[in-house]
Structure formats: C-alpha cells, structure tokens
C-alpha cells in the first residue's frame, strides 16, 4: 500500500514562500513510470494541479505557476517537495499530493491518480 503524507506549515506571511514536503512510503519515488504531483484546492473552488515531478527527476509545472514553483525531491529520504514563492492570499488552499501514471499526470487527469495524501490546510495571511 503506497501511502503520501504532505507537511509543513499552516501560515504562511503574504510575499513568503511557501514550503511542503511530501513523504512517501510503500514505493520509491523513482519506480517507472510514474509521476508525483502537487495539486491545491482552494477554498469554494476546484482542484488545480501545480506541477509534478517524474520517476526520472524530470520536473512539469503548470504555466500560470510556473515562474513561482519548484519542486524536487530527496531519493534518500523518499521525499519530494513544493516551494511557491511570493504567496498571497489567493494561494490558500489545501494543499495534496498524488502519484498517477506520468501520462495521467501530464495530461492533468487528477481524477486517474492512484494514490493521494489527506491534504494539508496552507493559509496565507498576515
């Protein structure tokens, strides 16, 4: 059984960044072919997924995040992670992690990912 776990702060300061971790246990973050993502949900609103990180460290980001976004990942530690820069309130959310299939993940069919953290609560307010 794969399981995804997201951490990290609650509150985050507007113009911060934004940092998660996302721990993985029960597969490796490098067994082909798979990718791992980040997805938020804002309040009231659908899910949006952020970018993603492939088996072979290859790393997708969505274009209107793009210029804020990285994510990468420690192997060691079965980790990967998220870094928003310049956070406003509009990126409160709750904020997953999932792992699909890569072309699942590439083609943005959150609804085919396989596995799925609970989802943390990010707010952003001063």
């Known amino acids: 059984q794969v399981q995804l776990q997201e951490s990290g702060p609650g509150l985050v300061k507007p113009s911060q960044m934004l940092s998660l971790t996302c721990t993985v246990s029960?597969?490796?973050?490098?067994?082909?072919?798979?990718?791992w993502s980040w997805i938020r949900q804002p309040p009231g609103k659908g899910l949006e997924w952020m970018g993603a990180?492939?088996?072979?460290?290859?790393?997708y980001y969505s274009p209107s995040l793009k210029n804020r976004t990285s994510i990468s990942r420690d192997t060691s530690k079965n980790q990967f992670f998220l870094q928003l820069s310049s956070v406003t309130p509009e990126d409160t959310a709750v904020y997953y992690c999932g792992r699909g299939p890569l072309e699942v993940v590439l083609y943005g069919r959150v609804d085919e990912y396989d596995y799925w953290g609970q989802g943390t609560q990010v707010t952003v307010s001063s």
């Open positions: 029960g597969d490796s973050i490098t067994t082909n072919y798979f990718g």
């Open positions: 990180i492939a088996y072979d460290g290859n790393t």
